[in-house]
């Protein structure tokens, strides 16, 4: 019988052969994917005798899957135009979460958004990263979803105005000028504001800064002044001084926001200012404010370092997070466990996680997704010696078969 333990082990490892390859060629499509190759191992029995000059008279066994090789090389980048979707580019794993709290790593970035708005497998498991608080990523805190859905930003109070613009100096003593500028509250809350000018003398322009009456609790009137001052001018048009400056201030809002707001500006500091009195007509080109109003998620992408940029629409862009990226001593130790994931074991050690792009570790590129690196070439030709060496060991399971027939025949 042991003639026969040879050829069926060597069907048993071309089946096993077969069956690696076809599970490369059924994943040629999978996003992420890492071929796999079988590697063998020939089975020697022990030395019971030697022969004449002291060698060892051995007989071979058959043969004996020696280990499973994934190969991790990157496939190729496919660019879907998907935010959620990511790809890495270099060595290193996504950290993803199922419902068991037990950490996965896969290379697939086929991510899409739940209906928590957190970023997720299609098998349901959570996207890990580092949180952002108010736009600033925290990388100290511990690792927990992503957030990529029904967010909105804070708004900021203004506290600095600019104010781009030229006066005639042509125009008659008495004759007036015009700016005007959005600021917002705590609340994100817009307000006017209007700065008016008054040419007072050559070289001279009163101005008054004023805000509609109703946003102010307790107003009265059409406006409320909330600064003012005079513009001096050089001869030569350039802003020399602002004397009997009131700072601007507007008191208590009827919206409740903090208050009261203060505005430093709006003429640029005295070694640069934006105000000029020329021979042309007067006009404002530009203003300028700090204050953003509140807005809700538009769109995001993810950048090479895995931060994760939300655009608002208020304009106002915030990182609303970092993606973590794991890396392992050895990767041939870590333990396919199906659906594009795998896990550490005593011989790939722990995973070292951290940012993207550092420490040896993959960058990633949004939008995009890694393509399964199975060579279809390379698997068909696989498949010929594999079929070939199925067919001579069963060929071989035939002749020993037959042998043993005849040798029974000759009992009889």
Do not use: C
């Not at 135009?81 to 419902?99: K, R």
């Not at 040419?199 to 059409?222: F, H, Q």
Request: hydrophobic fraction near 35%.
């Amino acid at each position: 019988m042991g003639s026969f333990a040879t050829p069926l082990s060597g069907l048993t490892a071309a089946q096993n052969q077969l069956q690696s390859v076809s599970n490369n060629l059924a994943n040629i499509d999978t996003d992420g994917f890492k071929d796999q190759t079988l590697t063998f191992s020939d089975i020697f029995s022990q030395a019971g005798a030697t022969n004449g000059s002291g060698d060892p008279l051995q007989t071979g066994s058959g043969v004996t899957v020696s280990s499973t090789d994934s190969n991790f090389t990157e496939g190729n980048l496919n660019a879907t135009g998907t935010a959620s979707n990511m790809a890495l580019s270099g060595n290193g794993f996504f950290v993803t979460q199922g419902t068991g709290g037990l950490n996965d790593y896969t290379r697939s970035g086929d991510f899409a958004t739940n209906n928590a708005g957190q970023l997720v497998t299609p098998n349901g498991e959570m996207l890990l990263g580092y949180p952002a608080v108010g736009g600033v990523v925290n990388t100290a805190a511990a690792l927990g979803p992503l957030q990529v859905g029904s967010l909105t930003s804070p708004a900021v109070a203004s506290s600095t105005i600019g104010i781009t613009a030229n006066l005639d100096s042509q125009a008659a003593v008495g004759a007036t000028a015009s700016s005007s500028l959005s600021i917002y509250d705590s609340l994100g809350a817009s307000h006017a504001l209007s700065v008016s000018y008054t040419k007072t003398a050559a070289n001279t322009w009163d101005y008054t800064v004023t805000v509609p009456s109703a946003d102010i609790a307790g107003g009265t009137g059409t406006t409320t002044t909330v600064g003012s001052g005079t513009l001096n001018f050089s001869n030569a048009g350039l802003l020399s001084s602002i004397s009997n400056a009131v700072p601007i201030s507007i008191p208590t809002l009827a919206d409740g926001a903090a208050s009261p707001l203060t505005l430093t500006g709006p003429f640029g500091p005295a070694a640069n200012p934006t105000i000029t009195q020329t021979a042309s007509a007067s006009a404002t080109s530009a203003t300028t404010t700090d204050g953003i109003a509140s807005g809700t998620l538009a769109s995001y992408s993810v950048e090479a370092d895995g931060t994760i940029q939300g655009t608002f629409s208020s304009g106002n862009t915030l990182a609303l997070g970092q993606v973590a990226v794991a890396s392992f001593a050895n990767v041939q130790g870590l333990t396919n466990v199906g659906n594009n994931n795998y896990q550490p074991t005593a011989a790939s050690g722990s995973s070292v996680i951290g940012l993207a792009g550092t420490g040896g570790r993959a960058t990633i590129v949004g939008g995009s997704v890694e393509q399964s690196n199975v060579n279809i070439a390379t698997e068909f030709a696989k498949l010929i010696v594999a079929q070939q060496a199925y067919s001579a060991n069963a060929k071989s399971v035939t002749a020993f078969n037959q042998e043993s027939q005849a040798t029974l025949a000759m009992l009889q």
